[in-house]
């Protein structure tokens, strides 16, 4: 059964630092995209950072752009979010997800997402 199960969320003051991770079992790791949504209280979900299958290809969310940096370590079989310069804007539920691509360049998610994790709290005090 294919799951994802992010850790690493916290609550943390502006300016600060905080890693997350999400690590993929049941799935084949080295042929999906993966990714980082978030929602917060009242809005939409909505895309943070993802990145193809092979680690070449990268994309972020003008928000966090210069702040967040995705990678992945695919003989791990996870995924990293390693956010900086957090702000009280980026409080949100953070959930990983993954989407099975042919392409080892793409790296953004299409409209349908295959797999979600169940999500981790990120609370940036001011």
């Known amino acids: 059964q294919e799951k994802l199960a992010e850790s690493g969320g916290g609550l943390v003051q502006a300016g600060g630092s905080l890693r997350l991770s999400c690590a993929a079992s049941g799935l084949t790791f080295n042929n999906v995209i993966m990714g980082w949504f978030r929602q917060a209280p009242g809005k939409d979900r909505e895309i943070v950072a993802s990145?193809?299958?092979?680690?070449?290809?990268?994309y972020y969310a003008d928000s966090v752009k210069g702040r967040f940096t995705i990678s992945r370590d695919n003989a791990k079989n996870t995924v990293y979010l390693q956010m900086n310069s957090l702000k009280p804007e980026d409080t949100a539920v953070y959930y990983c997800a993954a989407e099975k691509a042919l392409s080892r360049l793409r790296s953004q998610f299409s409209t349908k997402v295959d797999y979600w994790g169940q999500g981790t709290q990120v609370t940036v005090s001011s």
């Open positions: 990145i193809s299958w092979s680690g070449i290809n990268t």
